[in-house]
């Protein structure tokens, strides 16, 4: 028999509790993992609904393999195995980009005496090898698109100028959270994380970086691109990057302020 959806509460705390309650009464589900806005206080709304992951011990193990991909206004259900879990959001997994939504999940149910902990952890922070290539990669690519805006803003096309320099901030934004071993958090939480928990430069406070990046997403100014590019600079050469800025040369001379 199909599995039944999560029957709705009448609030998405009623909601969360029934389905968790389901959930806990299935042997075959060995971990339930919170995530989203509810785990970042002060940020959910009347709107916000509530994230859920299920960890099951594999695919036949439980019914509500089927709920996998369950949306509605107060549950979002991510149903996944233990192995997938494991990967789910590191290098090479396909979900990659979902690292972030467990950098301050809570743990509902273990059932594995603390490894749900122990593998939600994991994802958390960057490792010291993981951070210092995941830090050069994405320098290479920062410097990259910023050249290519003020390569465009030098030669006349500001409106190509200005498209590169939109491209940009993910990049800058990357490296800045990797030199600092921390996972880049969604732009959504991204004033949240550095009000509360500050990357301990107030170069990187939000009342300086946000309207920074502002400016940049707004017009380009080439100004502000190389005031942001020399403070990432620094900040990466400190941290032992500084072939990956050699590495361009001449080039890097674009980037720098034009001397009085």
């Given at each position: 028999?199909?599995?039944?959806?999560?029957?709705?509460?009448?609030?998405?705390?009623?909601?969360?509790?029934?389905?968790?309650?389901?959930?806990?009464?299935?042997?075959?589900?060995?971990?339930?993992?919170?995530?989203?806005?509810?785990?970042?206080?002060?940020?959910?709304?009347?709107?916000?609904?509530?994230?859920?992951?299920?960890?099951?011990?594999?695919?036949?193990?439980?019914?509500?393999?089927?709920?996998?991909?369950?949306?509605?206004?107060?549950?979002?259900?991510?149903?996944?195995?233990?192995?997938?879990?494991?990967r789910r959001g590191l290098?090479?997994?396909?979900?990659?980009?979902?690292?972030?939504?467990?950098?301050?999940?809570?743990?509902?149910?273990?059932?594995?005496?603390?490894?749900i902990a122990a593998v939600?952890?994991?994802?958390?922070?960057?490792?010291?090898?993981?951070?210092?290539?995941?830090?050069?990669?994405?320098?290479?690519?920062?410097?990259?698109?910023?050249?290519?805006?003020?390569?465009?803003?030098?030669?006349?096309?500001?409106?190509?100028?200005?498209?590169?320099?939109?491209?940009?901030?993910?990049?800058?934004?990357?490296?800045?959270?990797?030199?600092?071993?921390?996972?880049?958090?969604?732009?959504?939480?991204?004033?949240?994380?550095?009000?509360?928990?500050?990357?301990?430069?107030?170069?990187?406070?939000?009342?300086?970086?946000?309207?920074?990046?502002?400016?940049?997403?707004?017009?380009?100014?080439?100004?502000?691109?190389?005031?942001?590019?020399?403070?990432?600079?620094?900040?990466?050469?400190?941290?032992?990057?500084?072939?990956?800025?050699?590495?361009?040369?001449?080039?890097?001379?674009?980037?720098?302020?034009?001397?009085?």
């Open positions: 028999m199909p599995a039944l959806p999560p029957a709705p509460g009448d609030t998405p705390e009623a909601t969360l509790a029934a389905f968790v309650a389901r959930a806990t009464a299935d042997a075959g589900v060995l971990g339930l993992v919170l995530s989203g806005s509810q785990v970042h206080d002060g940020m959910p709304t009347v709107h916000s609904d509530h994230d859920l992951h299920v960890v099951l011990r594999d695919r036949d193990a439980s019914p509500l393999s089927e709920l996998d991909g369950f949306r509605s206004a107060h549950l979002d259900l991510v149903v996944i195995t233990l192995t997938e879990f494991r290098p090479g997994d396909p979900a990659a980009f979902s690292r972030y939504s467990y950098v301050h999940a809570r743990v509902l149910l273990d059932r594995l005496d603390g490894e939600l952890d994991r994802k958390r922070t960057l490792d010291p090898d993981e951070a210092r290539t995941a830090a050069a990669g994405f320098l290479d690519a920062y410097v990259n698109q910023t050249y290519r805006s003020l390569k465009s803003y030098r030669d006349g096309r500001e409106a190509m100028g200005h498209l590169d320099a939109a491209e940009s901030v993910p990049y800058a934004l990357e490296v800045l959270f990797a030199l600092h071993r921390r996972v880049r958090p969604y732009n959504k939480y991204l004033q949240w994380e550095l009000e509360r928990q500050p990357l301990g430069d107030d170069r990187w406070s939000a009342g300086r970086l946000l309207p920074v990046l502002r400016r940049i997403l707004t017009d380009g100014d080439p100004p502000t691109q190389r005031a942001l590019f020399g403070d990432l600079a620094r900040a990466a050469r400190a941290a032992g990057h500084g072939e990956v800025l050699d590495s361009w040369g001449d080039d890097l001379r674009l980037l720098l302020p034009p001397r009085p």
